[in-house]
């Protein structure tokens, strides 16, 4: 299995409601990442986790609360969220962070979030 | 400051047409430079992975190059064709720092027939 998957795909949500997405692979990545993607943007990098611990957290609000449970699964808590959240939610791992090649990203479809 | 500029921002070629994507960079210390592809609301994939002692590499209809010297990369499309569409993303990763990845604004190819 070469693959992240993503869930759910598309996800609406208003401002007080709690809602989670949820990444998982099965490659035996030990590191896994969460990024935001505005329209015709890069990604922008969210989280960081390696061994299932966070190891960066790019400054993101605290109404976005990540948990990685195991080593295979990456969830995305979502807690009151404003309009300007609304984004393409990428996950993706590696097998380690370190700056070689064995930090080749591989990526997720994403979830597309709209916040009313 | 590490940065990775790419251009154009967005290309239109008729099908069949070959095209070439830029991409130059500031990271330093350089690890290695990816192109991605990513179409609509979908994630990126990897297209070439390329090392500092490598010059070309290609990937079916995708040829990569760099040049560590210039800090400039270069993905050529030949004989586009109507699923080539997408985004096209230069990623390079630096081999110090805890987040050592950058990731180029991209090039938005639309392939017409």
């Known amino acids: 299995d070469t693959e992240v998957t993503q869930t759910p795909k598309h996800l609406v949500m208003g401002m007080t409601n709690k809602k989670s997405l949820k990444c998982e692979q099965h490659?035996?990545?030990?590191?896994m990442y969460w990024y935001k993607q505005k329209a015709k943007k890069p990604p922008e990098l969210m989280f960081v986790?390696?061994?299932?611990?966070?190891?960066i957290n790019e400054s993101v609000p605290s109404r976005f609360s990540p948990e990685c449970p195991n080593s295979s699964l990456l969830n995305l808590h979502l807690h009151a969220l404003q309009p300007e959240d609304s984004a393409l939610y990428l996950c993706?791992?590696?097998?380690?962070?370190?700056?070689?090649?064995?930090?080749?990203?591989?990526f997720g479809p994403g979830t597309r979030l709209t916040v009313l | 400051k590490n940065q990775v500029e790419q251009s154009p921002q967005s290309l239109i070629i008729l099908e069949g047409k070959n095209c070439t994507l830029q991409?130059?960079?500031?990271?330093?210390?350089?690890?290695?430079l990816r192109w991605y592809k990513q179409d609509t609301g979908r994630g990126p994939v990897s297209l070439t992975i390329m090392t500092f002692s490598e010059n070309t590499k290609s990937n079916g209809r995708y040829t990569a190059t760099l040049d560590a010297d210039t800090k400039q990369s270069s993905l050529h499309i030949t004989a586009s064709q109507l699923s080539d569409s997408a985004s096209y993303i230069c990623v390079v990763s630096a081999r110090t720092g805890a987040n050592n990845l950058f990731f180029g604004t991209g090039t938005r190819l639309t392939v017409i027939p």
């Open positions: 986790y390696s061994y299932e611990k966070l190891s």
């Open positions: 490659m035996g990545h030990r590191a």
């Open positions: 993706a791992s590696s097998t380690r962070t370190l700056a070689d090649l064995g930090n080749e990203q591989f």
């Open positions: 991409c130059n960079y500031t990271v330093s210390p350089f690890s290695n």
